[in-house]
C-alpha cells in the first residue's frame, strides 16, 4: 500500500496491467470482427456492423488509454469505459427487445453472452480499477468528492 | 482442420494456463518453465497456421470463409508474443496473472477456428 499522497496511481501497472491485456483482446476481436462484416457483407445489417465498428473504437481507445497513463488519458479512459458500460447496457437491452433490428450479432448483443458474458463484466472492472487509482488510499471514493487529506 | 495437433494446443495452452496459477499462488516470478512452455506453444501454432493456409489454398475448406480464418491463424500467431511480451513487461504476481489470460485465450480462439473450417453441418 502506498504511503503518502493521494496521487493518483499509474493505471497500468499491476492488476492494471491483466486489465489491459483483457482490453486488448477485445479490441482486436471487436476491430476484427467489424472489419470482416463491414468487408464482406455491409448491406446485410448495417445497424449491427456499424455499432460493432464502433464497439471497436470504444475498446481501442480503453486499451490505448488506460496503458498510457495521464491525466488527459486517463480522463480519456474514464469516457471510454462509461460509453463502453452504456453501450453494453443498452445494446444488450435493444437486442433483446427489439431483435429485428440486430439480424447478425455485435460484440455486444445479449448482453455479449456470445463472448462469455465477458463484455458484461469488464466496463464495471474498468471502472473499479479508475476510481481505485484515483484515489490510491480511499478506494470507492465518490467521484468529485474531495477527500480530507 | 488438423485435429491432433489442434487438442495438443489447447491442452499445452491450459497447463500454461495452470501453470501461471501455480506460480501466481505461490508469488513466484515466471522462470524457464513457462517462457519454454510459451515459446513450445508458439511453434505449435506457427505449424498450425502453416498447414491452415495450405490446406485453404488447396480448396479443402469447403465454404470456410478464408478471410476470416486466416485473420484467426495469424491473429493467433501474433497474440501469445504480443501478449506474453506485455505480462512480462512487469516481473510482479499481476504479469503472471497476465499468462493466464493468454493460456485462457488462445483455447478459445482454436476453437473459434475449428468452428470457422466447418462452417454450419458437417
Given amino acids: ?9 499509474p493505471t497500468n501497472t499491476g492488476l ?4 489491459i491485456l483483457v482490453y486488448a483482446v477485445f479490441a482486436l476481436s471487436a476491430t476484427g470482427r467489424s472489419t470482416v462484416q463491414l468487408v464482406q457483407k455491409a448491406d446485410d445489417a448495417p445497424l449491427a456492423y456499424a ?6 473504437a470504444v475498446y481501442i481507445m480503453a486499451t490505448y488509454c488506460l496503458a498510457k497513463p495521464g491525466p488527459r488519458t486517463t480522463r480519456l479512459a474514464w469516457l471510454a469505459v462509461s460509453v463502453e458500460l452504456v453501450g453494453v447496457l443498452v445494446i444488450g437491452t435493444l437486442s433483446i427487445v427489439e431483435p ?6 455485435t460484440v455486444w ?7 462469455g458474458w465477458v463484455p458484461l463484466v469488464l466496463p464495471f472492472l474498468g471502472l473499479a480499477w479508475l476510481f481505485r487509482t484515483a484515489r490510491p488510499r480511499a478506494a470507492g471514493a465518490v467521484s468529485g468528492t474531495p477527500t480530507r487529506p | 482442420m488438423i485435429d491432433p495437433l489442434q487438442t495438443l494446443l489447447i491442452a499445452l495452452s491450459l497447463l500454461i494456463a ?3 496459477t501455480v506460480y501466481v499462488v505461490l508469488d513466484r516470478p515466471a522462470g524457464h518453465v513457462l517462457l519454454g512452455s510459451l515459446g513450445l ?12 493456409i495450405v490446406q485453404l489454398a488447396q480448396g479443402d475448406g469447403d465454404g470456410v470463409n478464408g478471410l476470416v480464418f486466416v485473420g484467426y491463424l495469424l491473429g493467433t500467431l501474433l497474440f501469445v508474443p504480443a501478449a506474453a511480451w506485455w505480462a512480462l513487461g512487469e516481473r510482479s504476481r499481476a504479469g503472471t496473472t497476465g499468462l493466464i489470460v493468454v493460456g485462457l485465450v488462445v483455447p478459445v480462439l482454436i476453437l473459434r477456428l475449428q468452428q470457422i473450417w466447418t462452417p454450419a453441418g458437417a
Fill in chain 2, 18 to 20: 495452470a501453470i501461471a
Fill in chain 2, 41 to 52: 506453444l508458439e511453434g505449435g501454432l506457427l505449424v498450425q497456421a502453416g498447414i491452415g
Fill in chain 1, 16 to 19: 492494471g496491467r491483466v486489465l
Fill in chain 1, 51 to 56: 455499432l460493432s465498428a464502433f464497439a471497436a
Fill in chain 1, 100 to 105: 429485428s433490428w440486430f439480424p447478425d450479432d
Fill in chain 1, 109 to 115: 448483443s445479449d448482453f455479449g453472452s456470445g463472448y
Fill in chain 1, 1 to 9: 500500500m502506498p504511503d503518502s499522497s493521494t496521487a493518483p496511481a
